[in-house]
Nanobody, 116 residues
Framework: QVQLVESGGGLVQPGGSLRLSCAAS????????MGWFRQAPGKQRDLVAI??????NYADSVKGRFTISRDNRENTVYLQMNSLKPEDTAVYYC???????????WGQGTQVIVSS
C-alpha cells in the first residue's frame, strides 16, 4: 500500500522556520513527481512546490523563502520553510504523481500555524 507520511508541522512565530518531511513507501520514488500543496480554511488546495529530477518549481508567494528537496535514497521529500508569515498558515500535503501512469497519492496533511 502506498503511504506518504508527513512530519514537522506545528506552531511557529512569524519569521520562524520549519522543515517538513514526507517519507514515501510503496512507490517507485524516482519516477514520481513529488510536491507540496497547502490548503487554508475556505480556500482551494494550491501548489507550493514541486520536484522532478533536478528541476524545481515554486509558487510566487513562497519563492525565496521555501526550498523543496528530495533524497531518492531515503525516499523522502522535504520542504524547508523560512521567514514564515501568518498567511502561510495552512494544512500542508505531500503529493506524489507517478509520471508513468499518472496515479496520484496524498499524505494525510500536517498543520502549520504561523502566529504570535
Amino acid at each position: 500500500q502506498v503511504q506518504l507520511v508527513e512530519s514537522g508541522g506545528g506552531l511557529v512565530q512569524p519569521g520562524g522556520s520549519l522543515r517538513l518531511s514526507c517519507a514515501a513507501s510503496g512507490i517507485i520514488f524516482s519516477r514520481n513527481r513529488m510536491g507540496w500543496f497547502r490548503q487554508a480554511p475556505g480556500k482551494q488546495r494550491d501548489l507550493v512546490a514541486i520536484s522532478l529530477g533536478g528541476a524545481t518549481n515554486y509558487a510566487d508567494s513562497v519563492k525565496g523563502r521555501f526550498t523543496i528537496s528530495r533524497d531518492n535514497r531515503e525516499n523522502t521529500v522535504y520542504l524547508q520553510m523560512n521567514s514564515l508569515k501568518p498567511e502561510d498558515t495552512a494544512v500542508y500535503y505531500c503529493n506524489a504523481v507517478d509520471i508513468y501512469d499518472g496515479r496520484a497519492y496524498w499524505g494525510q496533511g500536517t498543520q502549520v500555524i504561523v502566529s504570535s
